[in-house]
T-cell receptor
Framework: AQSVAQPEDQVNVAEGNPLTVKCTYS??????LFWYVQYPNRGLQFLLK??????LVKGSYGFEAEFNKSQTSFHLKKPSALVSDSALYFCAVRDWRYQAGTALIFGKGTTLSVSS | DTEVTQTPKHLVMGMTNKKSLKCEQH?????MYWYKQKAKKPPELMFV???????INESVPSRFSPECPNSSLLNLHLHALQPEDSALYLCASSRADQETQYFGPGTRLLVL
C-alpha cells in the first residue's frame, strides 16, 4: 500500500533556529514527493517537489527538502525559521494507482509553531 | 498566474437545499480536482477531471455531483447533504502531464 507518514503532530522552534519537518513514504512506483503549506482558513500552497535529479530540492520562501532513498524520507528544512512560517505542513506523494490526472496521497500534517 | 479561484468563500445550507460550488482557473491546466478537508486533517480526494472527463471518483456519495463544463471551470453540485459533510472544499488544478497541483482558497461549507 502507498502511504505517507508525518511522525510529528507538532514541531516547535524558536525564531532564527533551523527547522525540520519529517516525512517518510511508501510507494509502489517512482517516488514523486511534494510539500505543501496551509495557513489558517486558506488553501494549500505548493512549496517544492522531488521528481528526479538532485537529492536536495530548493523551494519557495527559503525552504528545502532532502530526498533520501535508502531511508525513504523527504524531510523539509529551513536554516532560519520565521514566526510567519507558523502553519500546517503537508507532505504528499503521487498515487500511482491512477494514470489520468495526478492523484496525491497526503500525510496527516504537521503543525509548525515558531516562537519569537 | 498560478491562481485558482473558488466561489463562494462560505456557504451555509440546509439538508434539503441544492447548491453549487464553483472553481475556475486560467492557467491552461487540463486536470482539475475536488478535495474535502476537515479541520486540521489532510485533504481527501473526491474527484479528478482530466481533459474535461471524469477520470477518478473516490467512491463519493451521489449527493455530490461534479461537472466540468469546459477546461477552465469545475463545479460541484450539492443536494441533500448531511451535517457531517460540513468541511472545507478545495479545488485544485494541474497540467495533465505534470504533477504539481495548485489549490484554490476553498469554500467553507456548513450543513445545518
Amino acid at each position: 500500500a502507498q502511504s505517507v507518514a508525518q511522525p510529528e503532530d507538532q514541531v516547535n522552534v524558536a525564531e532564527g533556529n533551523p527547522l525540520t519537518v519529517k516525512c517518510t513514504y511508501s510507494v509502489s512506483g517512482n517516488p514523486y514527493l511534494f510539500w505543501y503549506v496551509q495557513y489558517p482558513n486558506r488553501g494549500l500552497q505548493f512549496l517544492l517537489k522531488y521528481i528526479t535529479g538532485d537529492n536536495l530540492v530548493k523551494g519557495s520562501y527559503g525552504f528545502e527538502a532532502e530526498f533520501n532513498k535508502s531511508q525513504t524520507s523527504f524531510h523539509l528544512k529551513k536554516p532560519s525559521a520565521l514566526v510567519s512560517d507558523s502553519a500546517l505542513y503537508f507532505c504528499a506523494v503521487r498515487d500511482w494507482r491512477y494514470q489520468a490526472g495526478t492523484a496525491l496521497i497526503f500525510g496527516k500534517g504537521t503543525t509548525l509553531s515558531v516562537s519569537s | 498566474d498560478t491562481e485558482v479561484t473558488q466561489t463562494p468563500k462560505h456557504l451555509v445550507m440546509g439538508m434539503t437545499n441544492k447548491k453549487s460550488l464553483k472553481c475556475e482557473q486560467h492557467m491552461g491546466h487540463r486536470a482539475m480536482y475536488w478535495y474535502k478537508q476537515k479541520a486540521k486533517k489532510p485533504p481527501e480526494l473526491m474527484f479528478v477531471y482530466s481533459y474535461e472527463k471524469l477520470s477518478i471518483n473516490e467512491s463519493v456519495p451521489s449527493r455530490f455531483s461534479p461537472e466540468c463544463p469546459n477546461s477552465s471551470l469545475l463545479n460541484l453540485h450539492l443536494h441533500a447533504l448531511q451535517p457531517e459533510d460540513s468541511a472545507l472544499y478545495l479545488c485544485a488544478s494541474s497540467r495533465a502531464d505534470q504533477e504539481t497541483q495548485y489549490f484554490g482558497p476553498g469554500t467553507r461549507l456548513l450543513v445545518l
